[in-house]
């Protein structure tokens, strides 16, 4: 291979050459140097070196012009330093190639084809020397192209990349982060282009970016280029993998989420045409998943490797930031940049600022909800923008509406009280820089929505992974509390978490698992049908019912699948967040009022006078009238457990008032495939039921654990429904003959040698109930996430009081 001044080839470039290539092209070289060896796909190809920019404004003598024309930007308005920008470009542009530099890249470019064959398209990508370091990144400030098919055009767009070194957003990031402009060159990576246009790419985290959740790796994907996900121009699919569980063997999607995938961005099948549009992505396409699971754990192994190399590298754990891209060529995966992630990752997980409304927002003043980005609040006036032209009226703590956002905007979006998009996921451009300037975004909202230009709103990420946008300015608390500084407390303090969507948040609690995680829950607001329904949908009585369950399970091969995988990635969310402390899942526990409003559910449900008191909890299980839909419930806790290695899973049945009643369910479990100890399968039982502590040695024989549900304990003691509002003043945890009850079943456990805990909000209601707990030895508390950091100073101080 000839010899060359200003280029460097791939397979001789590593992170220790970032001065001359640039953070992007060092990445790709150490990638290519070092991954592709371990079975690792990257694309070869060169980088035309910073000494090559330098050389470029030597030969043209235009450093002075240039410097002169910078000093003005101290002073400059907003529109005088994008005048200022396009005369830098003009400068740097209208300086060409010297002679050298043109031949070198020509006759790397013949080499490449050489290997790649000559029709060979490149990707042509800017590469700043102060790119993608750990405590910045210049991700989309500078120009790139795709497509180059011929000499011509590749020389062209190398011209275009070294002006976009003076691009307004890049001078503006630069200033922003104490940046000599004058001490930041560009290289030019050219790369061979996976004809991803024609197939599927995306982006990769590998850690969730919106927790800074480190145990899972995060991927994005759309059909064609990835770019549309960059600019948020559609909704893109998104898939987790459990980085723990996959290294222990598991091969499975922890959870998707179907994006609309609204277009496609395709190449110019002309060789000589750079350009680069969108197309409307087919409805079938739309429908389906862009791609298989086979490939997003291929994808996983990609991100996991990576982000181990780069760890080493650093001598630190380095979360990583990736791009790749599927080759419509030969059908690979290819890895097409790696880069240190720079904004998640430097959050503190050991402290915790907690948004909340005092008052829950009233749901006729919801204007708008799409995907929550950070987990703050914020309050403003919309600003609805359309172009970049509009940005200039753009005002401190507003809120910024638009379709999408791109690079050029920054200055205005870091000004904003919050950020709101139509379209866009997770990984969008708008997505990226709330979380970097620490602003909540609501983005992917659609366009039926009822936000109006110049009212007053309320967006907010803090109620899980759905992001609401509410009229009118709406009162908000913000609370940090310094997770190290909590004290240690000998009662294991665990949460109740219904919501897989916050769970990757939470997991930074200092708690000891999840006390009580509602399956309930799951079923209503993400399956949202009737499990039997699901299993006997030729039942099902009402038409409307049966078109809504064939619309829920269209892209299944049952309705039962529908329910097995979407329940079972739901309770793995929860438990891969706490892996590998328990998360005790309680088997649905709704009552017929309650199943009969889920789609298909009247079919099904019998009228009850008390449903409080009817059909509910273990008596449903093995009878005939839910049998099936119970065996959905064991199939899916089996895909959580054995399938996806969440073994951190144990069982908890609800309502067991006799003990045949429980001997028939563990059977009914054992059937489905759930054993009692096998896999260290741990079953407990809701201690709730006055005879549940009458017969406390009884069911201490047959379960491994209790939990006190001390509201439904309360009202079966005192006789009193907790529903009702009329007698609700004779409900109270801390009637004596509750906590007498309360009493008999810890002693009950501890006499049986199994851990008993509560998982009812009295402790942290009342301290006087906390202290008698935590005096009678109770094994653990279970409550809601806000309560739990209060509930741990007072049961320490309880504790210490007790040993002193």
């Given amino acids: 291979m000839a010899e060359y001044r200003y280029i460097r080839w791939f397979k001789d470039t590593g992170l220790e050459h970032i001065a001359d290539v640039g953070g992007k092209s060092a990445s790709l070289g150490e990638m290519y140097r070092t991954l592709s060896p371990r079975g690792i796909l990257v694309p070869n190809g060169f980088t035309i070196t910073a000494a090559a920019y330098r050389a470029v404004l030597d030969s043209a003598n235009a450093w002075k012009p ?47 084809c050489a290997e790649y064959g000559d029709t060979l398209r490149v990707a042509v990508r800017s590469s700043a020397t102060a790119e993608d370091l750990p405590d910045a990144s210049f991700a989309g400030q500078h120009d790139s192209f795709l497509n180059i098919g011929d000499i011509d055009g590749l020389l062209e767009a190398c011209r275009r990349c070294f002006a976009s070194l003076f691009t307004a957003r890049a001078i503006s990031y630069r200033e922003r982060n104490g940046y000599d402009h004058f001490k930041v060159s560009l290289a030019i990576a050219v790369m061979k282009m996976a004809r991803t246009d024609q197939a599927s790419s995306g982006v ?157 927002p009233d749901k006729h003043t919801q204007l708008a909800s799409g995907r929550a980005i950070g987990t703050g609040i914020g309050t403003g006036k919309v600003r609805r923008v359309t172009d970049a032209s509009q940005l200039s009226a753009f005002k401190d703590g507003e809120i910024l509406l638009a379709r999408s956002t791109s690079p050029d905007w920054g200055p205005a979006m870091r000004r904003a009280a919050g950020l709101v998009t139509e379209r866009g ?4 451009h708008a997505a990226i820089v709330a979380r970097e300037f620490g602003i909540p975004a609501v983005v992917g909202i659609g366009s039926e929505h009822q936000l109006q230009d110049g009212e007053t709103v309320t967006l907010s990420c803090a109620e899980g992974d759905v992001g609401q946008v509410y009229r009118g300015e709406i009162p908000f608390e913000v609370n940090t509390v310094a997770l190290d500084q909590l004290p240690a407390t000998k009662t294991k303090m665990m949460i109740n978490l219904a919501s897989p969507e916050q769970a ?137 457990r054995d399938v996806m290695g969440l073994t951190n899973i144990k069982v908890m049945i609800p309502f067991c008032r006799r003990i045949p009643e429980g001997e028939q369910v563990l059977r009914a479990m054992a059937d489905h495939g759930l054993t009692h100890g096998n896999q260290q399968l741990q ?54 003959g509750v906590l007498e009850m309360i009493r008999l079943a810890i002693e009950g456990a501890q006499r049986n040698g199994i851990p008993a805990g509560i998982c009812g909000e009295a402790p942290s209601n009342y301290p006087e109930v906390a202290e008698y707990l935590v005096k009678l030895g109770i094994d653990s508390i279970s409550l809601s996430p806000d309560a739990l950091l209060r509930t741990i100073q007072r049961v320490a101080a309880i504790e210490q009081q007790a040993d002193s």
């Avoid at 996921?425 to 969008?428: A, D, L």
């Fill in 66 to 112: 240039l410097r002169e024309l910078l000093d003005g930007l101290q002073n400059a308005d907003n529109d005088r330093q994008d005048v200022i920008a396009e005369h830098a470009r003009e400068i740097v542009y209208g300086a060409g190639l010297p002679k050298v530099v043109a031949q070198e890249i020509t006759g790397a470019y013949e080499s490449l």
């Fill in 204 to 360: 990769m985290f590998s850690l969730d970016t919106d927790s800074g959740f480190r145990d899972v790796v995060f991927i994005t994907s759309v059909y064609g280029l990835g770019e549309n996900i960059v600019q948020g121009t559609v909704d893109p699919d998104e898939f987790y993998v459990h980085k723990p569980t996959y290294e222990q063997g598991y091969r499975c999607v922890l959870r998707r989420q179907i994006g609309a995938k609204q277009q496609t961005m395709v190449c110019d099948e002309d060789l000589n045409s750079q350009d680069v549009h969108n197309i409307d992505t087919p409805e079938a396409l739309r429908d389906q998943f862009s791609l298989s699971d086979d490939e997003v754990l291929t994808l996983a192994h990609y991100a996991i490797t990576a982000e181990k190399h780069y760890s080493a590298l650093r001598g630190s754990p380095c979360p990583m930031d990736l791009e790749w891209g599927k080759d419509a060529d030969d059908g690979r995966l290819y890895l097409l940049q790696a880069r240190p992630e720079t904004v998640a990752s430097q959050k503190s997980r050991n402290q915790l600022k907690h948004y909340r409304f005092p008052h829950k």
């Fill in 425 to 428: 996921g997770r990984t969008c």
């Fill in 504 to 640: 990757f948040r939470l997991s930074a609690l200092p708690c000891d698992g999840v006390g009580l995680a509602r399956m309930e829950f799951i079923v209503n607001e993400h399956i949202k049908a009737h499990p039997m329904a699901l299993a006997c949908p030729e039942k099902i009585g009402d038409e409307n019912d049966r078109a809504a369950i064939q619309a829920l399970t269209a892209h299944y091969d049952s309705g039962s699948d529908y329910f097995i995988q979407k329940l079972s990635e739901g309770i793995g969310t929860i438990a891969a967040a706490f892996y590998p402390r328990p998360v005790i899942v309680r088997t649905s526990d709704f009552k017929t009022n309650e199943y009969a409003r889920l789609i298909g559910g009247s079919t099904f449900e019998p009228h009850e006078e008390n449903p409080m008191l009817g059909f509910r909890g273990a008596a449903r299980y093995a009878h005939e009238a839910y049998a099936q839909g119970f065996a959905l419930e064991c199939a899916a806790l089996k895909r959580a």
């Fill in 683 to 736: 079953v407990y039982v809701m201690c709730e039921i006055p005879n549940n502590v009458v017969q406390i040695d009884a069911f201490s024989q047959l379960f491994d654990g209790i939990s006190i549900g001390s509201n439904d304990l309360t009202q079966l003691v005192l006789g009193v429904d907790r529903d009702s509002d009329i007698v609700a003043f004779d409900f109270d945890e801390r009637d004596p």
